[in-house]
């Protein structure tokens, strides 16, 4: 058997470590001296710390990797990894998207000195918003889960015989943000006013284009309240995004377009 130094060395992860993952139940030692306190490692569980160490660089939390180890069937574990692989990829293309943004900010930084002009690049103007026969799905719902209550106002399209005009947005409701759960009202316009869930009327609106994606859309927001405030006006609905251009346009994150509208009123 090997003492907790020589299999931390040989599995290179600290003691301190070892004794964590003892204490949680992950990985607990083949034999404890009851004497003197020392912890034994058989070699074959230089294995076991290899996987979990392996599953750790997926991005899997210990509590998952728990769960994983208990897992004996191999097409549950195939799904779990290939889950877990869908998930890197997903985050790799936020990854590149930041990148993207990071490198535009240094380029703009350098040439102008100003740390915060990307803020300053928004045209504000006061216009009517377009009245919109929309299906809607309001819930309580987090960023994430956006797709999924889209999901199924599409689900209804072939159902209920409407035909969607391809201009979908977001209201916002709340008067708080929170990212895992805000209330929320998806929608997409179709053109069968009589079968439409309601008309979203047209409002004077506070009204700007963001470009990029929609990580960075609290920049529009921030330059639109900030515009309302110096211009004597006050918010006076909910506001809500159009989404123009999309990823389902076949164009990449930057060239992405969405109209942010904010109803207002004359102080």
């Known amino acids: 058997m090997l003492q907790i130094g020589e299999f931390s060395n040989i599995c290179q992860v600290s003691v301190k470590t070892l004794h964590h993952y003892d204490k949680i139940g992950l990985l607990t030692p083949a034999e404890v001296d009851s004497l003197t306190g020392y912890r034994y490692y058989q070699p074959e569980q230089i294995d076991t710390m290899n996987y979990i160490q392996r599953l750790k660089r997926y991005g899997f939390s210990l509590e998952e990797i728990q769960n994983i180890l208990g897992i004996s069937d191999n097409s549950i574990l195939r799904s779990v990894l290939r889950r877990q692989k869908e998930k890197l990829k997903f985050k790799q293309r936020e990854m590149a998207i930041v990148l993207n943004e990071l490198q535009t900010h240094i380029s703009v930084f350098e040439r102008t000195g100003d740390i915060m002009t990307y803020q300053k690049s928004y045209t504000i103007e006061v216009k009517n918003s377009p009245a919109l026969y929309v299906l809607a799905n309001r819930a309580m719902m987090g960023v994430d889960e956006f797709g999924k209550y889209y999901g199924t106002l599409f689900e209804r399209v072939p159902k209920e015989q409407v035909t969607p005009t391809g201009l979908n947005g977001a209201r916002y409701h709340d008067k708080e943000f929170n990212h895992e759960s805000s209330d929320v009202e998806v ?30 859309l609290s920049e529009a927001y921030g330059a639109i309240v900030t515009w309302i405030i110096e211009n004597g006006y006050e918010i006076a609905g909910a506001p809500f995004d159009l989404y123009i251009k999309t990823q389902f346009d076949s164009l990449s994150p930057e060239d992405w377009e969405t109209e942010v509208y904010f109803p207002i009123r004359k102080k």
Not at 194 to 200: C, G, S
């Open 187 to 216: 929608f997409i316009e179709i053109r069968e006013k009589d079968k439409a869930d309601m008309l979203m009327e047209s409002c004077e609106c506070a009204m700007t284009v963001h470009h990029g994606g929609y990580s960075t």
